[in-house]
């Protein structure tokens, strides 16, 4: 492709830009709108799935004695229990020991558990941390046979809900993207649409002189794909400022919360909205092309 065209596309897109200004307005801040609305949902769902990850690698498996154990039973136990190939390690926490850290955890309500006076009602019992939450449930199901053990606990219904939101919000997120791509396309085309229209002699002539098909395409094209770029590079800025913002006041309130570092996250979102944004302008443009331009 010689200079000359290249820098004859790129005069035609500027001037097309400049010519219908206000439908370049709607059509950037629409894809920029789309795309941060979009960039929005997906740290969100990113977040969500951390959030679950550190969820499910702490859940431990809750293991409660039988009053009428033994310290020989108690030992058996602990042993089988550490030899299972998924467990990782075993805490055995006794009822003196479960009862203070229950008082601690009542704080200032603790004063209710004085009503026990000497006696005890916790029971011995092991936290067991297994090596992958993928086999939790069959750890807990695996340890519960083992003689002597009255009960089995585990948290795992908390992270299972938090994945079913996760699910629930990706699938909305989907279906709001279909809706803002669509209204994003539809703007960018019927931007492209009145370039076409207003310039339907001078391409009628360029067609009769022998003007390629793609010679005449390729400036409404390029034009979609500034609109895109543009747009889409001003929903990515907008979007590391809020999520910086973010980012900052949930530390300032709770330090310890897990979410996905900043960088290279927010480099990888910056890129797939530029990418998102220029994929919308082609899709935009050959839209346009397609139905109102005979070429």
């Not at 926490?93 to 916790?122: C, F, M, Q, T």
């Not at 002539?205 to 010679?215: L, N, P, R, S």
């Amino acid at each position: 492709m010689k200079i000359q065209t290249i820098q004859y596309y790129f005069r035609e897109v500027i001037y097309s830009m400049f010519r219908n200004r206000w439908m370049t307005f709607a059509s950037i801040g629409t894809v920029a709108v789309s795309l941060f609305i979009l960039g929005v949902f997906l740290i969100l769902v990113m977040n969500i799935n951390k959030m679950a990850s550190s969820l499910e690698s702490q859940v431990q498996i809750s293991v409660y004695v039988s009053d009428t154990t033994n310290e020989d039973g108690r030992k058996d136990i602990e042993r089988l229990t550490r030899a299972m190939k998924s467990v990782e390690s075993v805490e055995y926490v006794p009822r003196e020991k479960a009862l203070k850290i229950l008082r601690e955890r009542l704080g200032d309500n603790a004063g209710i558990l004085d009503a026990l006076g000497d006696s005890n009602p916790l029971p011995n019992s092991f936290q067991v941390t297994v090596k992958n939450p993928d086999y939790v449930k069959k750890t807990a199901n695996a340890i519960k046979a083992l003689y002597g053990v009255e009960e089995v606990k585990y948290g795992q219904d908390v992270a299972a809900n938090l994945f079913e939101l996760t699910h629930l919000m990706r699938l909305f997120g989907l279906f709001l993207m279909a809706l803002l791509i669509g209204a994003t396309v539809f703007i960018i085309s019927n931007t492209i649409r009145l370039t076409v229209f207003a310039r339907r002699k001078e391409i009628a002539i360029m067609k009769y002189v022998g003007a390629t098909d793609w010679f005449i395409r390729w400036p409404f094209v390029l034009e979609g794909i500034a609109l895109g770029i543009i747009g889409g590079s001003l929903s990515a800025l907008a979007l590391r400022s809020f999520y910086s913002a973010m980012v900052a006041k949930i530390y300032d309130s709770l330090a310890f919360f897990p979410m996905v570092e900043q960088y290279p996250f927010m480099n990888y979102v910056t890129v797939a909205l530029c990418v998102g944004g220029v994929l919308i302008g082609i899709l935009g443009s050959t839209v346009s092309l397609k139905r109102f331009m005979e070429v």
